[in-house]
């Protein structure tokens, strides 16, 4: 599928290659012994290959606990990956910045805006005396101005704090940043301000999103491509409009059809019944055999293959009836 | 519930509800009315302290401590909440009004089991509560397997399920209305589907009229037949849902539609400037002055009564003024 991606299409700035990451949860000795637990592995991300161009936004969706988090994580290097390998700018090393779900967390409640904003130019290498005139000019370009650089987190609204938080991302100059859920612990009238704010940036310098989101409303306002994910494993990815339009994977369908959408009537719905299963031990063959309405017997026996949509050369879906 | 005249259920009149607080008070409502019919599901829209919880916890009687009601009558099937006795309260809850709560997790207890806690709502009322009741109860609510989720304690049941505990709960002793607050928020967008069908089948087979209360304006243009849009403590539009989201009159209305993303390429969010209004300070006028994008000096000298336009009520100075065809959002409504 790269190779269809790189047509005339601008580079490749970060690429993952069979990108996996598991946690261990070992059970204490007590419970070893005595209800003889054993030591389980969840398999957040399970093999991964995702490729995201300059100056593009790719939008991972997917429910809670679907792995979208951990896989953002790893592809900056927060966590290191269990098996694969992430490439940034060509290098096979992690790399770019984070935005973060929740601006009252993220945000150290003892710093400064300056101090916050200071210790990333620092790491940057910008000598004392322009940090204060750097830091000011990412404020404004947040839109906020000289006066926040004393003040405290604490001190500012949500949306501001989370514009505090894409300041801070920006003041490393990265060419990729990650924003997790950016909106999702906003008001609705607060949300659009930040949406339009990462809309601006990237026109203006180009930066690349990897923007991880449950609203599929969000994501298909912000991204190029979508990338839905289920159980540690991408089922689908294409270009945003032929995803949303023309979804291949039965669990594309259902999330589709299960957003409550302004002034659409009740259209056909597709209810899938159930719960996420566990990642601890994800069902074998297909991830999704366990709620899909169109189960074969083959699901649940061998890894679905990637398939190619028809009209879209990026479309691919991982499902066995397509096959 | 065939019956010929739809009585009201719940009778909300110029309710005004303040935290005392260290900086004075903070006027979480300013006089809101609000009815609810039989069979009816209103919404209850806004954004995040605009004082749509606490309308629907005094309707309970359960505001948090520096809450107080001050001004305002509710009646609920005729009953005056605000002078009941605590006692009299207790046998309301559940029985004629129930609530389901935002994060089923926090609600249900942890150190019980399941079976147990819809057993107290049904004794507490002095239901009879034998294991075919609840295992009944939970059926209703589709549950599967409900006798082996009786024994379970709620950390064993997902999210989803967990709720539909709870409203299988809210369900046990026959309320004629339910409160719900943001029941969704917490859940997966599958789930939501899962358990607004659910409350919705409620609604249509027994009649029980639901408050939803969300600032999701997609989720109540879904479920909800009539909704009341509010800012600062205070309701600025409502109406039956196809006409408030079709032809939005409150400039804040139209605000809120101009933020959300429509699944269409192109089409420019317009987010609302500024913040949402601060209740603590006394507001002079319209509430909404500082963000309004058709403000005039006008709007401020004089507070706002809501205006009956006919179909609708809107408390806005300039209605009536203005070409409100011309918001983006009324244009593209109901073209997808």
Not at chain 1, 180 to 200: K, M, T
Request: hydrophobic share 40%.
């Amino acid at each position: 599928m790269e190779a269809a991606f790189s047509m005339k299409d601008n580079l490749p700035l970060v690429q993952t290659v069979g990108l996996k990451r598991y946690f261990y949860a070992k059970p204490g000795f007590l419970a070893r012994v005595l209800t003889g637990q054993k030591e389980r592995t969840t398999k957040a991300v399970d093999g991964i290959d995702l490729l995201i161009r300059e100056g593009e936004t790719l939008g991972l969706v997917g429910e809670s606990g679907c792995g979208k988090s951990t896989l953002g994580r790893v592809i900056v290097g927060l966590y290191p990956p269990t098996a694969g390998q992430v490439f940034y700018e060509g290098r096979p090393e992690p790399g770019g910045q984070m935005i973060f779900q929740n601006p009252y967390a993220s945000l150290n409640p003892r710093h400064t805006v300056g101090q916050i904003l200071g210790f990333c130019l620092e790491k940057r290498g910008v000598p004392l005396e322009d940090r204060e005139s750097e830091s000011v000019r990412l404020l404004e370009r947040v839109g906020l101005t000289a006066l926040h650089l004393d003040q405290y987190p604490r001190q500012f609204s949500g949306g501001q704090r989370q514009r505090i938080g894409v300041a801070r991302a920006l003041a490393m100059q990265p060419r990729f940043i990650v924003a997790d859920e950016p909106v999702s612990a906003l008001d609705v009238s607060v949300q659009a301000q930040i949406l339009n704010l990462l809309e601006g940036l990237q026109e203006e310098m180009g930066v690349s999103f990897l923007l991880i989101s449950h609203d599929l409303a969000v994501v298909h306002h912000m991204s190029h491509r979508v990338a839905v994910m289920y159980l540690g494993k991408i089922v689908e990815t294409g270009s945003t409009e032929s995803l949303f339009e023309n979804p291949a994977h039965p669990y594309t369908r259902a999330l589709l059809s299960a957003i409550p959408r302004l002034g659409k009537t009740k259209s056909a719905r597709i209810r899938l019944q159930g719960a996420v299963p566990s990642a601890v031990d994800p069902p074998p063959g297909c991830r999704f055999q366990t709620r899909c309405p169109q189960r074969k017997d083959i699901c649940g026996e061998i890894e679905p293959p990637p398939v190619a949509v028809k009209g879209d050369p990026g479309h691919v879906v991982w499902c066995h009836l397509r096959a | 519930m065939a019956k010929s005249r739809k009585e009201e259920v719940l009778l909300i009149q110029g309710l005004e509800v303040s935290y005392q607080t260290d900086r004075g008070p903070v006027r979480a409502v300013r006089g809101v009315d609000l009815s609810v019919r039989e069979g009816e599901i209103l919404g209850l829209v806004g954004e995040s302290g605009c004082g749509k919880s606490a309308t629907l916890l005094s309707v309970m009687g359960l505001l948090p401590f520096p809450g107080k009601v001050v001004a305002g009558s509710i009646r609920v099937c005729g009953a005056d909440v605000l002078a009941l006795s605590k006692k009299e309260l207790r046998s309301l809850r559940g029985s004629t009004v129930a609530m389901v709560f935002q994060d089923p997790m926090s609600t249900l207890n942890p150190a019980h089991k399941i079976g147990a806690q819809m057993k107290e709502a049904l004794t507490v009322h002095g239901l009879p509560c034998t294991q075919d009741i609840l295992v009944r109860l939970l059926q209703e609510v589709g549950i599967p397997s409900p006798e082996a989720v009786l024994g379970y304690y709620p950390h064993q049941l997902s999210g989803g399920m967990q709720q539909r505990v709870m409203i299988a709960i809210a369900l046990s002793c026959r309320p004629k209305l339910i409160l719900a607050d943001e029941p969704t928020t917490a859940l997966d967008v599958t789930i939501e589907a899962q358990i607004l069908d659910l409350l919705r089948q409620i609604n249509r087979e027994r009649g029980t009229a639901i408050v939803l209360v969300t600032h999701n304006l997609a989720v109540a243009s879904q479920f909800c037949h009539r909704i009341a849009v509010m800012y600062a403590g205070q309701i600025v539009e409502e109406g039956t849902v196809d006409e408030v989201l079709a032809n939005p009159l409150h400039p804040y209305t139209q605000g809120l539609i101009g933020c959300i993303p429509r699944f269409k390429k192109g089409v420019p969010l317009t987010p609302i400037p500024g913040q949402v209004a601060d209740l603590s300070e006394n507001l002079h006028g319209c509430a909404f002055y500082p963000r309004c994008p058709k403000r005039e000096p006008a709007c401020l000298k004089t507070p706002q009564d809501l205006l009956d336009t006919g179909d609708r009520l809107v408390r806005c100075h300039k209605y009536g003024y203005l070409d409100y065809a011309e918001t983006a959002a009324a244009q593209d409504w109901g073209n997808e």
